[in-house]
């Protein structure tokens, strides 16, 4: 199956810095990608849609200023959470649909990237 | 939007029991998806199923799209079987999917 990766696995940073973290499409391309945020013993949650070459669409109560999203090439999102703060401590995952002009619309999950901000 | 009901929220299983996992959906999906959260976090998807039903060793899922429900079963459940499992539906796959919000599963010896 397709493989989405996901890098840093895991960050701990301070109070107010900014943290970048990368979703690839290893093996496929994706004009589409989606950001899901997990805090502990919930559920994910999406957070918004990346879509490659223009802007990305955020969920309701979602800042667009706080979490940029940049889908710089048909392989690669990325996520900033800028001004970090220990609310915005979670797991953030993103996915992308399957294969290209496939018959399925099975979606691929990166592995996750775990946030605590101190 | 959908919404996705997961069923029982809490499981206790002893090691060697079957168990059935069950998701309601509020409207009809075109994509269905079962996962098992390992205790790192990472989602290991476990059934693509929009409907029909796919058997995967001891995992089996059956999907009745026309009833808007997914059952997931376990069978000769073993510790390794403890985690949280998802279900969660879309309407196609350049849309997002909606997640349950789990079932805990945990598998004694």
């Known amino acids: 199956g397709a493989v989405v990766s996901q890098h840093p696995s895991r960050v701990i940073c301070k109070s107010g810095t900014s943290v970048k973290i990368e979703c690839r499409s290893l093996?496929?391309?994706?004009?589409?990608m989606f950001w899901y945020r997990q805090f502990p013993k919930q559920s994910l949650m999406l957070m918004a849609t990346?879509?490659?070459?223009?802007?990305?669409?955020?969920e309701q109560g979602v800042e667009k200023d706080k979490f940029l999203i940049n889908h710089a090439s048909l392989t690669l999102s990325t996520l900033t959470v800028t001004s970090a703060h220990p609310e915005d401590s979670s797991f953030y995952i993103c996915?992308?649909?399957?294969?290209?002009?496939?018959?399925?619309?099975?979606?691929?999950f990166g592995p996750g990237t775990r946030l605590t901000v101190l | 939007g959908i919404q996705v009901e997961q069923s029982p929220p809490d499981l206790i299983l002893q090691e060697g029991a079957n168990s059935t996992l069950r998701c309601n959906f509020s409207?009809?999906?075109?994509?269905l998806q079962w996962f098992h959260q390992n205790p790192w976090g990472q989602l290991i998807n476990l059934f693509y199923?929009?409907?029909g039903t796919k058997q995967n060793g001891r995992l089996s899922a059956t999907t009745v799209a026309t009833e808007r429900y997914s059952l997931l079963y376990i069978s000769s459940s073993q510790t390794t079987d403890s985690g949280v499992y998802f279900c969660?539906?879309?309407?196609?796959?350049?849309?997002?999917?909606?997640f349950g919000k789990g079932t805990r599963l945990s598998v004694i010896a």
């Open positions: 996915s992308a649909p399957g294969l290209a002009g496939g018959a399925s619309d099975e979606q691929f």
């Open positions: 990346s879509n490659e070459g223009s802007k990305a669409t955020y």
């Open positions: 969660a539906g879309g309407y196609s796959g350049n849309t997002p999917l909606v």
């Open positions: 093996d496929f391309q994706a004009t589409t």
């Open positions: 409207d009809s999906v075109n994509n």
């Open positions: 199923i929009p409907s």
